[in-house]
């Protein structure tokens, strides 16, 4: 049945197809077509003599911005599956928008895609409109544009644009699942929730490391009062030397945690995000070679190739989420230890903080100036800790959830 947003839609000059239709395309590594399904001809419009052998480009549509595909391609280039929401154009001058699951195979690449309809795909959509009318104005570099959409990507908490896509594929999937009315799906429900603690991970990680660059500067303000308040060399001089050589040591373990290229709490969501995306993708394909269907000949494409590719992808996929999973699973064990290790470390801190606390005591109505230094470090090691046990218990969650799933896929 259509809806009056669809009609609406359709006097707008887009091409809908159904939510219960996938379909697919292959390309070379040049980008040019060597297959796709029925759907594919028929949503594009073009006969298959005009599709076979011709870029991919002939159903590229302007208002997608080019840094979307400089995205998809640097990622296809590096041997991972990447997806987007993409506006493609129609023979007769129409569009279609889907959300596309786009894989590296032997022959070239593999692009599966489904009728997105969330508020995520309203929201990228909208985006797509302003980033596309400045490239166009001002002939913006695809570099900068895919950096922006990254960028977008950091702004909603995702820590790369494989994890913001795996949530947006997530999204789409229970969406369409709804409209067609069937149960909700345990591994997209999974996928969504394991998605929801990958986002809290990054974001406990860009708190985590705000609070301890604050703190950096309090040993300096301890010397400050102590200058005023002792002899050089007195108690509270001497704590401040002891407050700040430990943090250091502290200082540098956590950077290598949650800060720098290639840091551990990076690694967890860079192999997470990719098994996620993973599980998405074979999910998509399991459906389509469910479906797959096609039994009239066109000349160029051998169905029974294109079945057997379809499936051996779909076999090659679910190893390889297998295989993101396992090293998720070990990334997250070493982000609960490194976790409770430097929590361990902010104990030896909390020595020295109560050490000036009772050094504040003992100087009483002198020492206003330390007590607010005091107070500024109970703050600061309170939200530390916080942070730490929260990273923890997300690593182990997420740990826990993958474990979960590769035993119940060895069933």
Not at 71 to 78: F, K, N, V
Not at 159 to 176: I, N, P
Not at 333 to 357: C, F, K, N, P
Request: hydrophobic letters at 40%; aromatic letters at 6%; a neutral charge.
């Amino acid at each position: 049945m259509t809806s009056q947003t669809d009609l609406s839609r359709m006097q707008e000059g887009e091409a809908l197809f159904g939510f219960d239709e996938l379909f697919y395309s292959r390309t070379d590594k040049r980008g040019i077509i060597l297959a796709g399904n029925e759907v594919f001809r028929r949503v594009s419009g073009f006969p298959w003599e005009k599709l076979l052998g011709a870029p991919h480009k002939v159903v590229r549509h302007p208002d997608t911005p080019r840094g979307v595909f400089r995205i998809l391609w640097s990622a296809l280039g590096a041997g991972h599956p990447m997806g987007a929401y993409v506006k493609n154009r129609c023979a007769n001058g129409d569009h279609y928008w889907v959300f596309a699951v786009l894989m590296p195979i032997d022959e070239g690449f593999l692009s599966v895609r489904l009728r997105p309809s969330t508020p995520l795909f309203e929201r990228m959509r909208d985006i797509y409109t302003r980033i596309s009318a400045r490239d166009r104005a001002e002939n913006t570099d695809p570099e900068l544009c895919a950096n922006e959409l990254r960028a977008i990507a950091a702004t909603e908490g995702f820590s790369s644009y494989t994890s913001f896509m795996a949530f947006a594929l997530g999204q789409e999937l229970a969406a369409r699942d709804k409209k067609l009315g069937r149960p909700a799906d345990p591994r997209t429900s999974r996928l969504i929730d394991m998605n929801k603690a990958l986002e809290q991970v990054t974001q406990e990680q860009m708190k985590l490391l705000r609070s301890f660059e604050a703190l950096q500067s309090i040993p300096n303000n301890m010397r400050i009062v102590a200058s005023r308040l002792e002899p050089s060399g007195g108690p509270v001089s001497a704590i401040s030397e002891n407050y700040k050589a430990s943090s250091m040591v502290i200082s540098e373990r956590l950077r290598s945690f949650v800060a720098g290229r290639d840091n551990l709490c990076d690694r967890v969501s860079r192999q997470a995000a990719r098994a996620l995306f993973l599980m998405g993708s074979n999910r998509v394909l399991s459906e389509m070679n469910e479906n797959f269907a096609e039994a009239h000949a066109v000349n160029g494409i051998d169905w029974d190739h294109e079945r057997a590719l379809l499936r051996r992808l779909e076999d090659n996929t679910r190893r390889a989420t297998r295989d993101a999973m396992e090293q998720a699973v070990s990334h997250a064990d070493g982000l609960s230890r490194s976790s409770a290790e430097i929590r361990r470390q902010m104990l030896g801190l909390d020595t020295i903080r109560v050490l000036g606390r009772v050094e504040c005591g003992r100087m009483r109505e002198t020492s206003g100036g330390l007590s607010a230094t005091i107070d500024q470090l109970d703050i600061f090691h309170d939200d530390i800790k916080k942070r730490l046990e929260s990273i923890m218990r997300l690593s182990e969650e997420i740990g826990s959830s993958m474990n979960s799933f590769l035993r119940g896929d060895r069933t």
